[in-house]
């Protein structure tokens, strides 16, 4: 049996730019947040549920933080697009 190694994750620019300037809490959510995507990248609800080609753009909302990603499925990638914090 052949088990498939997590997603890896990317950031956008605007994307790592945000996320360099979280406090280290809200940099810890960001992680654990992606830390579950990776393991099951289609667990969050779709961006826009109306889209029946978005299906492969997600968004994610832990109390103030949301963020955006797309799942990129030949590479086998999750591409981080928004990083939003309300603190």
């Not at 799942?71 to 591409?79: A, E």
Request: proline residues 7%.
């Amino acid at each position: 049996m052949t088990t498939q190694q997590p997603y890896s994750v990317r950031f956008s620019a605007p994307a790592a730019k945000a996320l360099d300037t979280l406090p280290e809490r809200a940099e810890d959510t960001v992680w654990d947040v992606l830390d579950a995507a990776v393991a099951d990248p289609w667990g969050f609800r779709q961006w826009q549920a109306d889209d029946p080609e978005g299906n492969d753009i997600r968004h994610a909302s832990v109390g103030q933080l949301s963020l955006t990603y797309w799942i990129n499925r030949p590479l086998h990638r999750l591409s981080v697009l928004t990083i939003t914090w309300l603190g």
